[in-house]
């Protein structure tokens, strides 16, 4: 996802907001820095950063199987924002600034032959591959993405974005053609677009403008009809992320750049259900642990996990560094394992159990002429039930990694 310019206290809904270096968000607090690892609780051993912690335990073995870049020198254009495992897992689709969906099989990033390799433990040096060979094909679109969503019953047919001109479109991969599009955001950045999991038809969408929108394509006109729409914070803050409960139940989960995140039953859109208060920052995602968990992160350098049946706050996982920029959120279900990326260019692996992680893979950072640092922009955990995981991230700089876990016996 993209960046703004934040300001030190929230702007009204007719001040514009101006648009500087496309990754970085600044400090919505005033005086509040994030605490962050310091180079004294760090051990570098090749490219793992081994972490210390009498608490958190390591039950999982992260390799780094696969790099996938451009040919060229890559640039901030190439900046990845999204990345998302289609249902069957077997497909993958990025998005970012590039104004390009591409598609790729699981099969081309990571063959079946070096997922044994690695299940069985041998030694495997990295594949290196070209965005190019490895893309199945690629969709152009006619703004920069910041978000992606399949929609659940579509047999991996149909994929959701959110752009940077306010836009929602719902996008037929077999026909590579857009087949829905709806700009009820007055123009302004989409940050987060999601699918409900009792009716796949409803959608919903969080903006700058300060709203979440919930729609539905089969009422209304070509664009479908709002069926809610809320506005979280009264200083119109921005909506950075959205998601459905896909537990069952009718709950969707909102982040703020308000610092506060937001629970809302479905069926009743007039006020919050739950308000969760505690981050110092943006909360830039929210994703549902397990029916009775969430997780929050924010530009405060923290995770937070939340108990939603009484709001409690259950613990705080530090370890990572975000204090400006969109670095992705990703939850693995079945083995309990929180992803998110780092500004240092790290990929951190938490366990839902400790407050420290426990591990961090990656490359280097790495500094371009005319650019900062790189750094992870977006992770994906493949939903499946094994005793080995595969996580993606992909970077400010457009280089899309595969990680593989397995389970230390």
């Not at 690892?37 to 490219?47: F, I, V």
């Not at 969503?149 to 929602?168: A, E, I, M, T």
């Not at 009743?268 to 929050?296: C, I, N, W």
């Amino acid at each position: 996802m993209g960046a703004i310019d934040w300001s030190k206290s929230p702007k009204p809904s007719n001040t514009t907001i101006s648009f500087s270096f496309e990754w970085a968000m600044k400090n919505l607090s005033s005086g509040i820095h994030p605490t962050l690892l310091t180079k004294q609780t760090l051990k570098h051993q090749g490219d793992r950063l081994e972490i210390p912690s009498a608490a958190a335990r390591c039950e999982w073995d992260f390799s780094l199987s696969t790099i996938v870049s451009s040919s060229a020198n890559a640039a901030v254009s190439d900046a990845l924002g999204s990345i998302e495992f289609d249902p069957s897992n077997t497909v993958v689709a990025t998005g970012g600034i590039a104004r390009k969906i591409r598609i790729y099989s699981l099969n081309s990033l990571l063959p079946e032959d070096n997922i044994q390799l690695l299940t069985r433990g041998d030694q495997n040096d990295t594949a290196f591959l070209d965005h190019v060979n490895a893309c199945s094909f690629y969709i152009c679109t006619p703004a920069k993405l910041s978000s992606l969503r399949w929609r659940p019953g579509s047999g991996g047919r149909l994929l959701g974005s959110g752009d940077y001109d306010g836009v929602v479109m719902e996008h037929d991969l077999e026909r590579k053609l857009p087949v829905f599009e709806r700009d009820e955001h007055g123009g302004r950045r989409v940050w987060s677009v999601d699918y409900s999991h009792w009716d796949p038809f409803v959608g919903a969408s969080g903006s700058d403008d300060g709203t979440m929108q919930m729609w539905d394509p089969r009422c209304g006109g070509e664009g479908g009809e709002c069926v809610a729409k809320v506005q979280p914070a009264a200083a119109r803050s921005s909506v950075c992320s959205v998601e459905f409960s896909p537990f069952g139940d009718s709950l969707i989960a909102l982040g703020c750049a308000d610092r506060m995140a937001y629970a809302y039953d479905v069926r009743k859109m007039v006020e919050p259900l739950h308000v969760l208060e505690g981050h110092t920052k943006t909360v830039t995602y929210v994703r549902f642990v397990d029916a009775q968990t969430m997780v929050s992160a924010g530009t405060d350098g923290c995770l937070k996990l939340w108990n939603m049946s009484d709001c409690g706050l259950i613990r705080t996982c530090k370890g990572h560094v975000n204090s400006r920029s969109f670095v992705g959120l990703s939850v693995w279900r079945h083995g309990g394992l929180l992803g998110c990326g780092s500004e240092n260019n790290q990929v951190f692996v938490y366990d839902k159990r400790w407050d420290e992680p426990i591990c961090a893979r990656g490359l280097e950072p790495m500094a371009r002429p005319g650019f900062g640092h790189a750094f992870v922009s977006s992770v994906c955990w493949r939903q499946v039930q094994e005793d080995h995981c595969t996580l993606l991230a992909g970077g400010s700089d457009g280089v899309l990694q595969v990680f593989v876990g397995t389970k230390i016996s």
